[in-house]
């Protein structure tokens, strides 16, 4: 089955930058669209970026030209960069796929950004 296991989160202060990982197991990798969503405490998740298989990429308005999504398809590996960051950021992330139409998600990782 499906396995996607984060890795890299943490507490930051404002202006900081993490790199979030996100090992993917169980699917044709370099075939499948992958994303990052998160979700803050008392807030609905939220998808803040994809990527395709081809490498297109789209963001959530909010972190367009603070985030960058990639992917190593020879690693099965899915990365965030995250820089920036403000205390609004504050989250679980979830790295997630697209299989059979709809996302399956990691178990999270949190990102705390405060002073």
């Known amino acids: 089955q499906v396995q996607l296991v984060e890795s890299g989160g943490g507490l930051v202060q404002p202006g900081g930058s993490l790199r979030l990982s996100c090992a993917v197991s169980?699917?044709?990798?370099?075939?499948?669209?992958m994303g990052w969503h998160r979700q803050a405490p008392g807030k609905q998740r939220e998808l803040v970026a994809t990527?395709?298989?081809?490498?297109?990429?789209n963001y959530l308005d909010s972190v367009k030209g603070r985030f960058t999504i990639s992917r190593d398809n020879a690693k099965n590996t899915v990365y965030l960069q995250m820089i920036s960051l403000k205390p609004e950021d504050t989250a679980v992330y979830f790295c997630?796929?697209?299989?059979?139409?709809?996302?399956?998600w990691g178990q999270g990782t949190q990102v705390t950004v405060s002073s």
């Open positions: 997630a796929a697209v299989v059979r139409g709809g996302w399956r």
């Open positions: 990527i395709s298989s081809g490498g297109s990429t």
């Open positions: 169980g699917v044709i990798f370099s075939s499948n669209t």
